[in-house]
Nanobody, 123 residues
Framework: HVQLVESGGGSVQAGGSLRLSCTAS????????MGWYRQAPGNECEFVSG???????YYIDSVKGRFTISLDNTKKAVYLQMNSLKPDDTAMYFC?????????????????WGQGTQVTVSS
């Protein structure tokens, strides 16, 4: 039974920080490349960041320099440290696991998804 459980969301003012966590079970985590997506009301689901088990990381331009993705295989967890948050970052954030394919931004390239954690940034 695969589970991805996100936590760490909340409400912050612009310029603040949050650290999202996603803990995994039910599959071989240290074989899994991971990603974070977000979806704001009325918008499509948007890829935010991805990380491979070999350490390669990828960010969309709008979060580069502000967000940091990391893995902890001992805890079967992936994290997203979000600094200098902006109102445009407001969304439900989802953890995605077992990336296989050639495009980080294609949701169908991930086999497993969490339920999401809400991030709200006020101006």
């Amino acid at each position: 039974h695969v589970q991805l459980v996100e936590s760490g969301g909340g409400s912050v003012q612009a310029g603040g920080s949050l650290r999202l966590s996603c803990t995994a079970s039910g599959f071989t985590f240290d074989d899994s490349d991971m990603g974070w997506y977000r979806q704001a009301p009325g918008n499509e689901c948007e890829f935010v960041s991805g990380i491979r088990q070999n350490g390669y990381v990828y960010y969309i331009d709008s979060v580069k320099g502000r967000f940091t993705i990391s893995l902890d295989n001992t805890k079967k967890a992936v994290y997203l440290q979000m600094n200098s948050l902006k109102p445009d970052d407001t969304a439900m954030y989802f953890c995605a696991a077992d990336f296989r394919g050639d495009s980080w931004s294609r949701p169908s390239n991930y086999h497993y998804w969490g339920q999401g954690t809400q991030v709200t940034v006020s101006s």
